[in-house]
């Protein structure tokens, strides 16, 4: 069975703060997808990144960065210098390979105070 | 870019009736979704639909609900006779390969029933 924990219910942070949300993942396949998604107020899903269970290099993308470390079974989400419009619930999920479905975590909710 | 089209965006509705939820899937793509997010809770998986039928569903996806892919181009969802814990949102998502691969979400329909 595939499971997916943040166990960050709720941060606040004031602008210009690093934030660091955590994702733990549990699951027996040794192929499988993680990924991470916005949503903001407006309430749609956002995609921010795909990352296989093969690729354990760091990514960067703009103030974005994710960890990746199989050892502990972990899928970090760094925001530097983090913005009024980074406020929204984010989510962890996992795929498995040839899954139909994605197993998401239950969000973190990220307030960056002004 | 191209978008996975939900409407309506919030529906009300009386406990008890039949409500359909309406996806417009991007067109190329062949795998089709339903999810749904109780407010304040995690995104729950509902169904899968492929090559005109269901592929996988959750133990969510009982007999009270419904998809169907009427003319090639909407992916709907019938509530049959709805209660008020269906109310919550949901979302469409679709395909073009395997999930994997990543799904593009609609914008939801925030259902509510009273």
């Known amino acids: 069975a595939q499971k997916v924990t943040q166990a960050q219910t709720e941060i606040s942070v004031v602008e210009k703060e690093d934030v660091t949300l955590d994702c733990v993942y549990e699951?027996?396949?040794?192929?499988?997808?993680l990924f991470w998604y916005k949503q903001p107020p407006s309430g749609e899903l956002v995609f921010l990144i795909r990352?296989?269970?093969?690729?354990?290099q760091n990514e960067i993308s703009g103030r974005y960065s994710w960890n990746f470390q199989k050892s502990t079974s972990s899928f970090n989400f760094t925001i530097t210098a983090s913005q009024v419009v980074d406020s929204a619930v984010y989510f962890c999920?996992?795929?498995?390979?040839?899954?139909?479905?994605?197993?998401f975590g239950p969000g973190t909710r990220l307030s960056v105070l002004p | 870019e191209p978008e996975v089209t939900q409407t309506p965006s919030h529906q009300v509705t009386q406990m008890g009736q039949e409500v359909i939820l309406r996806c417009v899937p991007i067109?190329?793509?062949?795998?089709f979704y339903w999810y749904r997010q109780i407010l304040g809770q995690k995104v729950e998986f509902l169904v899968s639909?492929?090559?005109?039928?269901?592929?996988?569903k959750s133990e969510i996806f009982d007999d009270q609900f419904s998809v169907e892919r009427p003319d090639g181009s909407n992916f709907t969802l019938k509530i049959r006779s709805t209660k008020l814990e269906d109310s919550a949102m949901y979302f469409c998502?679709?395909?073009?390969?395997?999930?994997?691969?990543?799904?593009?979400f609609g914008s939801g329909t925030r259902l509510t029933v009273v």
């Open positions: 998502a679709s395909s073009a390969g395997i999930a994997s691969y990543g799904y593009t």
């Open positions: 699951t027996r396949d040794t192929t499988y997808y």
């Open positions: 990352r296989n269970s093969f690729d354990e």
């Open positions: 999920a996992l795929i498995p390979n040839y899954g139909q479905n994605f197993v």
């Open positions: 067109s190329n793509h062949l795998y």
């Open positions: 639909f492929y090559n005109n039928e269901i592929s996988e």
